[in-house]
């Protein structure tokens, strides 16, 4: 089998960002790699997962449980494993992954209480590993980041205009709550935790791209 990496962190924690940095300087360094991002928006797969963030099932996250809307992000992933990297990474490849099944983790324990929280980790990662048969990651890097640059960061992405925003990027109550499993997870499944803000003259603001960069190549040295 092949090595899988995931960059997990809230939204507007550089994720996509910093896999393609990896991805970018790792082929520098002459691995060969695929690189992944969850949802798959471009895939027929993510149907259900665009409905569910568009708020076709109701205006805010907690409209759709925990283990309903797993499925949704679940399915998707199956699906890109089955046609697009499950074959390169069983022949020992190594794959990037935006988001995985540590997305599920993040968002829907945030809308359960938190004695339910292991329970329901048992259920996902049997769910996705066991019974449909998706790979677990071998490392899991957690970008953290403060809530409220993570907003200012998703504003600056969408230009301002936060009709742009999903239903969970605009529930900041949700967002909260997810930070909290976040920290959580990273914490009891032992992900890679890299801080990704500093506060510069008493406001908090993000690192260097490169600085974070620097961080989880020293995270994976040992798995390249």
Not at 53 to 62: E, M, N, S, T, V
Not at 157 to 181: L, V
Request: glycine content about 6%; aromatic content about 10%.
């Amino acid at each position: 089998m092949g090595k899988l990496i995931i960059m997990e962190g809230l939204d507007g924690s550089g994720k996509g960002t910093q896999a393609e940095l990896l991805a970018k300087s790792l082929t520098e360094q002459g691995k060969t790699l695929r690189k992944v991002t969850f949802p798959d928006y471009a895939s027929d797969s993510s149907a259900l997962v665009r409905m569910y963030l568009a708020g076709k099932f109701g205006d805010r996250p907690d409209d759709v449980n925990a283990y309903a809307a797993s499925s949704f992000f679940s399915v998707d992933r199956y699906a890109s494993y089955k046609t697009n990297w499950g074959e390169f990474y069983r022949s020992g490849g190594l794959v990037i992954s935006d988001r995985y099944t540590t997305s599920n983790a993040v968002h829907q324990c945030s809308k359960l209480p938190p004695e339910q929280w292991d329970s329901f980790l048992n259920w996902l990662f049997d769910f996705e590993y066991n019974k449909i048969g998706i790979p677990a990651p071998d490392r899991v890097i957690y970008l953290a980041v403060d809530p409220e640059v993570s907003q200012q960061l998703m504003s600056k992405r969408y230009h301002g205009d936060e009709s742009k925003k999903d239903i969970q990027e605009k529930d900041t109550e949700y967002m909260a709550r997810s930070r909290a499993a976040a920290e959580y997870c990273a914490r009891t499944l032992g992900w890679r935790r890299i801080e990704c803000t500093e506060v510069q003259n008493g406001v908090r603001e993000m690192l260097p791209v490169e600085t974070i960069h620097d961080r989880i190549l020293h995270e994976i040295e040992d798995l390249l």
